[in-house]
DNA sequence: TTGTCATATGATTAATTGTTCATATGTTCA
DNA sequence: TGAACATATGAACAATTAATCATATGACAA
């Protein structure tokens, strides 16, 4: 017969959190998961950017960047701010330069 | 005429990481951007566990898990040790913890 | 060795997703 | 109001990927 771990399941199962959080956990870090926007929170760590300068600076069309800061800010990762023409896009907090951060010292250390 | 940024762009290309480390930095999160394997990970986050009782726990195929399972050891973020017929995983460091915070804390904080 | 349990793996399929292209919206200035 | 610039958006296509199914590998016990 197969081998019994329900007493471990039991206690494990009361530490998980819900499901939709566990959804909406793995649906952020699928935000980060992607080289375009990685170089956008990147170029957007110190100061804020225009939309076509972060175009010039990763050498990719408007539209896509466009498209990338829309998912971005619908994330709460990004915000922006009107001046004119020009739309600025900044980081929204600290959070951002804490998850990447921790992610540049996993893959760096080994 | 469009307007000019480059002396701000020579400025932030200067301080970007190199591409091969932002890719990088996005494959990891896009391990972290899967519901199953976040469980996996939440399920590992106090005790090592067997795939068996992580596909019980999850409710989810042996096959499922184990696949998944491949792919977190393939980014060094679980290790196994076998004990008989059965292979125990584990978190393989703390930086699996630390970037499960963070994100944690960026969803339920607003 | 044979049977059973535990895990791994390869191929396939369905669903997700990032970029492109064309075009729309919004702002400024002459 | 019209022209130019900055940005946003919708549809379509190509590429990636997670689960499934069938099967293989590995360990143990009788």
């Known amino acids: 017969?197969?081998?019994?771990?329900?007493?471990?399941?039991?206690?494990?199962?009361?530490?998980?959190?819900?499901?939709?959080?566990?959804?909406d956990l793995g649906d952020l870090f699928k935000i980060f998961g992607d080289t375009t926007r990685i170089k956008i929170m990147y170029a957007l760590y110190e100061n804020e950017m225009c939309v076509c300068a972060i175009?010039?600076?990763?050498?990719?069309?408007?539209?896509?960047?466009?498209?990338?800061?829309?998912?971005?800010?619908?994330a709460n990762l990004v915000e922006s701010r009107r001046?004119?023409?020009?739309?600025?896009?900044?980081?929204?907090?600290?959070?951002?330069?804490?998850?990447?951060?921790?992610g540049y010292e996993h893959i760096t250390e080994k």
């Open 1 to 23: 017969m197969p081998h019994d771990h329900a007493a471990l399941l039991k206690h494990i199962k009361a530490d998980m959190p819900t499901d939709e959080l566990l959804q």
């Open 55 to 74: 175009a010039d600076l990763l050498n990719m069309t408007q539209s896509a960047i466009s498209h990338q800061l829309k998912v971005l800010k619908a």
């Open 83 to 102: 001046d004119g023409k020009t739309i600025y896009y900044r980081l929204a907090d600290e959070h951002v330069k804490s998850i990447i951060a921790q």
